[in-house]
């Protein structure tokens, strides 16, 4: 049997085969790349506020705490790198196939990749941000805790790095049927 | 009860006729004031907008083609309005910061820019008499439009909130001008992004080969 996909008609399994797997490969990879660069601006205008803010009474931190504008940054990269591997395992089946087993299950990879990268890397620009703010806010107060707390957050940067192994290795799933 | 096997319905005739009524929709969404949902804590505002999009293109099932301008329409008007109002209180003081200070802004709507490149190549390439337009295509216009569409809206709202943060510093003091601008140019990057894959996307949309 070629894996066709046979269902009850009355379950909600019918539902769900119905829906093409490019529906959810498409919604897949535009979440792997807008909620990472959701994440990475939400820790950008955190970051980017407080340290704004807290530059007006001492100017001298300007500089040093752009690196964590830069780690939020990073997020949104991981976004892009995501987005274009899946990208490359998306493939066009002929409609015959569309709904087989195996095709359905490339379509549920994608989106799981999707949503595992896209959802790692908001919480990791959103950590990133504030912890972010906190280290602009006290390097104004005292300069030699700059470091310490940039420590910190880099361990927040590496929750986004997890998000991104696993994704790729969840790609790894997405086979198509071929011809 | 019995079994179902699978229709060989496949969707592609609808596929335009979805594609034009998100354009509508998109353009009527973007011209429409967004300034009730300023009043509202900011999270609040971005929850609403995200779960609008994405319940309007999942209910469908189908590709929505141009639904994402809506995205980044908001984004721009998020990044215009926030930014716009520090310009205004800032402006009351110093009167003569504002032109320096319109920087936020301009970068705000340079995110419009960027949707409407996505918008005329997706809409070029909604052709069926020239090239047949399968389900596969209109997926793949589907995600690039969205992926442009939610990075546009995250860089709006963060571009409006940097901007306003920073130009009312600036007022205080002038040496942050050159580091608001920096912090700004990360936040219009994230807009690029999006554009790039995008665009990288959009070109996957002639290569189906449904048959």
């Known amino acids: 049997m070629s894996g066709v996909a046979v269902v009850h008609a009355s379950s909600w399994g019918a539902a769900l085969v119905r829906i093409s797997p490019y529906t959810f490969s498409a919604i897949g990879i535009a979440i792997s790349i807008g909620v990472s660069v959701l994440g990475a601006a939400w820790g ?12 007006i009474e001492a100017p001298r931190i300007t500089s040093k705490n752009l690196i964590s504008v830069i780690f939020c940054e990073a997020v949104a990269i991981y976004g892009v790198i995501v987005a274009i591997i899946l990208q490359t395992k998306l493939e066009s ?3 015959s196939k569309m709904y ?3 095709s359905l299950r490339a379509g549920y990879a994608i989106f799981a990749s999707g949503i595992i990268v896209g959802f790692a890397n908001l919480v990791c620009g959103l950590c990133v941000g504030i912890i972010g703010s906190s280290c602009a806010l006290s390097d104004a107060q005292n300069s030699t805790l700059f470091v310490k707390i940039l420590v910190i957050e880099i361990f927040g940067s590496a929750l986004g790095l997890f998000g991104v192994i696993v994704g790729i290795i969840m790609s790894a799933q997405a086979t198509w049927p071929t011809k | 009860p019995e079994s179902a096997e ?3 319905f496949s969707g592609d005739e609808t596929a335009p006729f979805f594609g034009f009524l998100g354009a509508a929709a998109a353009l009527v969404f973007s ?6 949902l300023l009043r509202f804590p900011d999270f609040v505002s971005l929850i609403l907008c995200v779960s609008v999009v994405l319940m309007f293109c999942i209910l469908c099932c189908f590709p929505d083609v141009v639904e994402f301008t809506v995205e980044i329409g908001m984004g721009a008007a998020y990044g215009t309005a926030k930014s716009g ?10 009167p003569e910061l504002v032109m320096k200070s319109i920087v936020p802004v301009v970068m705000a709507g340079v995110l419009g820019i960027y949707g ?4 005329v190549i997706i809409s070029t390439g909604i052709n069926p008499k020239a090239k047949s337009y399968y389900l596969f295509d209109g997926y793949a216009h589907l995600s690039s439009g969205l992926a442009c569409g939610l990075a546009g809206l995250s860089a709006g709202m963060a571009i409006g909130i940097v901007g306003d943060a920073g130009v009312r510093a600036n007022a205080q003091q002038p040496k942050l001008f050159v580091g608001m601008i ?12 999006g554009l790039i894959v995008g665009i990288i996307l959009s070109s996957r949309a002639g290569q189906s080969r449904a048959e």
Not at chain 1, 44 to 55: C, D, E, K, M, R
Not at chain 2, 31 to 36: E, G, I, L, N, R
Not at chain 2, 182 to 193: G, N, P, T, V
């Open chain 1, 44 to 55: 950008i205008y955190i970051t980017g506020s407080s340290l704004i803010g807290a530059a």
């Open chain 1, 93 to 95: 089946v002929p409609s």
């Open chain 1, 100 to 102: 087989d087993a195996e």
């Open chain 2, 6 to 8: 699978m229709s060989t």
């Open chain 2, 31 to 36: 011209c429409k004031s967004f300034d009730s």
């Open chain 2, 85 to 94: 109002v520090g310009v205004a209180s800032m402006g009351v003081m110093r």
């Open chain 2, 116 to 119: 409407l490149i996505i918008a």
């Open chain 2, 182 to 193: 920096l912090i700004l140019i990360f936040a219009e990057a994230l807009a690029l992004y």
